[in-house]
């Protein structure tokens, strides 16, 4: 048992060169398969080897069937966008990253066209009521808002460190997001204050282009009121005052519905104070 054990050791120390070597610092026991085939160790030994590693603290569990190496500062970005396959960085985690805001988000925002079942859904007694259910890795919690596989748009690769590249909303679709999810930035003051202080670093006719392709009016017409707000040139916003809405769309949908009705862009302007 003893030689197995320091077999198990040895052939897990080359598995995890092997791994560092050719980039995988995030890996799955699939990829760890793989690269124990292509290093010559028999299948027999693989339980043992990751079992040898996870044991002597060379590699650390993300979740089932997901390790990283544990001497590499893994960036929270990139735990995040294998936790969940596919995803990308979002919200507040990719404003903050863009520069388009001051605040620091307390844990990492990613969007994936998956249903996620995290932990805390599986055990009641783990769940905290008033909390979004997240993943949680050592002191990180990573949430993740589920969208529409048509609204998996707008992402980049974006390099957060010199080891990982990883997949973010662009600065457009993360603007638009503030508009199409204002709960999630705690109103639409958030994204009034992105446009009007940050218009400048956006590519508008890109935002307005994904706004049209987003495909709800009333994120559209919330979009359209800020940038007309913020200066930006009427025949610009045409393609989004164009857009059809039967009715008149809320502002901010966080607040009480009163307030006067922009006609122009059929929007209830509810915000604290007069809006001028």
């Known amino acids: 048992m003893r030689q197995t054990e320091n077999y198990g050791a040895s052939e897990g120390r080359k598995l995890v060169r092997y791994l560092t070597d050719n980039g995988q610092y995030i890996f799955s026991i699939e990829q760890a398969h793989a690269a124990a085939e292509k290093l010559g160790i028999p299948k027999s030994y693989e339980s043992v080897?990751?079992?040898?590693?996870?044991?002597?603290?060379w590699v650390q569990r993300l979740r089932r069937g997901l390790y990283s190496i544990a001497?590499?500062?893994?960036?929270?970005f990139a735990i995040a966008t294998r936790l969940v396959e596919p995803s990308a960085i979002s919200h507040w985690s990719a404003l903050n990253h863009h520069g388009l805001t001051e605040q620091i988000p307390q844990a990492v925002f990613?969007?994936?066209?998956t249903k996620v079942v995290t932990p805390s859904m599986r055990s009641s007694s783990s769940a905290r009521p008033a909390e979004r259910h997240a993943w949680e890795v050592?002191?990180?919690?990573?949430h993740y808002m589920t969208v529409k596989h048509e609204y998996f748009f707008g992402i980049d690769p974006v390099w957060v460190s010199e080891q990982f590249r990883i997949p973010m909303t662009n600065k457009e679709r993360t603007v638009l997001e503030t508009f199409a999810s204002p709960r999630l930035f705690g109103g639409i003051g958030e994204a009034l204050s992105v446009v009007e202080q940050h218009a400048d670093k956006l590519d508008i006719k890109q935002l307005v282009d994904y706004a049209r392709?987003?495909?709800k009016a009333s994120v559209a017409k919330r979009l359209g009121w800020a940038l007309g707000r913020a200066g930006i040139s009427e025949k610009t916003l045409v393609p989004l005052r164009n857009i059809p809405l039967t009715g008149i769309a809320i502002l901010d949908p966080t607040r009480p519905r009163r307030g006067p009705i922009n006609s122009r862009w059929q929007i209830l302007e509810n915000l604290a104070g007069r809006v001028v």
Do not use: E, N
């Open 213 to 215: 392709r987003y495909g």
């Open 110 to 113: 990613a969007i994936t066209p």
């Open 138 to 142: 050592g002191a990180a919690r990573y």
């Open 71 to 76: 001497d590499v500062s893994i960036h929270p």
């Open 49 to 57: 080897l990751l079992t040898s590693l996870f044991q002597g603290k």
